[in-house]
């Protein structure tokens, strides 16, 4: 009786994993939940100047920690439901599925491979970030709302990783890539990419697409201040108080952010 009840839950699991993205969605409430909030985010993030015609979101299989779910390539602001591909941590899309992905999808797979802490992550090239991975000047927390930002996001170099010839399209367009760019995040929450962008991760959308937000609004204000002299940044301890104070909160810019890309 036993050995029925491993070998049914076994079959169960490998249905699961057959089940097409839609199968899913009808069968399991947190992934239809997963995947709706995943379209909204998408809105939010163009909303936001967090992305534009470029840049994507992911979310970790709420059922299955070993696939993510991405849009197919479509530009954020106009990702619905049925756009969304279902991938495994090599980047390669499930189901058969033949539609065009995202060339950088091995962002989302490296990252979340290598951080089980983090379900959701976000790639963009909003203009603010940029100036600081091409000086190779540290962006910092200047205030509390970027507070993740800890002790100063990384820097990832292409040109350190790239085989065998330094010089690229400059795009994470391999699982290899999508390595070096996890190693280079470590165990922050946002990395950027010297003359591309940025990857920011958390462990839920939500998380994810506040941080990105805020890491855009953080280079911004360091950039001004920078001007003006010296800048008095959050100290480290200033720092992880502040994020945990700030990130119980996120649940109030969300609802305003989806209030604003609701579609009528
Ligand atoms: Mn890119």
Redesign the pocket.
């Known amino acids: 009786m036993k050995q029925c009840l491993i070998f049914f839950t076994f079959f169960l699991s490998a249905l699961a994993s057959a089940a097409s993205v839609q199968e899913q969605m009808a069968q399991n409430p947190a992934v239809k939940a997963a995947i709706e909030e995943l379209v909204i985010a998408n809105h939010i993030l163009y909303d936001q100047n967090a992305v534009d015609g470029?840049g994507h979101i992911s979310v970790r299989n709420p059922s299955n920690p070993n696939t993510f779910f991405l849009a197919r390539s479509i530009a954020p602001s106009v990702v619905t439901v049925d756009d969304i591909m279902e991938f495994d941590m090599d980047g390669k899309a499930l189901h058969g599925d033949t539609r065009v992905a995202y060339g950088?999808r091995y962002i989302h797979s490296g990252i979340l491979k290598n951080r089980p802490d983090l379900n959701s992550v976000i790639?963009g090239?909003a203009p603010p970030i940029l100036p600081y991975g091409l000086t190779g000047t540290t962006l910092k927390p200047v205030y509390h709302m970027s507070s993740f930002l800890g002790e100063g996001a990384p820097i990832f170099e292409i040109r350190n990783v790239a085989k065998p010839n330094p010089d690229t399209d400059m795009?994470i367009s391999s699982v290899d890539l999508g390595n070096a760019l996890s190693q280079s995040l470590g165990l922050q929450y946002f990395v950027l990419m010297r003359g591309?962008?940025y990857a920011a991760g958390a462990d839920s959308i939500r998380k994810a697409v506040f941080r990105a937000v805020y890491a855009i609004q953080n280079a911004s204000i360091q950039g001004e201040a920078m001007k003006m002299g010296q800048v008095q940044y959050l100290t480290p301890g200033e720092a992880a108080i502040a994020q945990e104070t700030i990130e119980k909160t996120i649940g109030r810019p969300w609802q305003l952010w989806s209030e604003r890309v609701k579609k009528p």
């Open positions: 470029y950088e790639h090239h795009f591309h962008g």
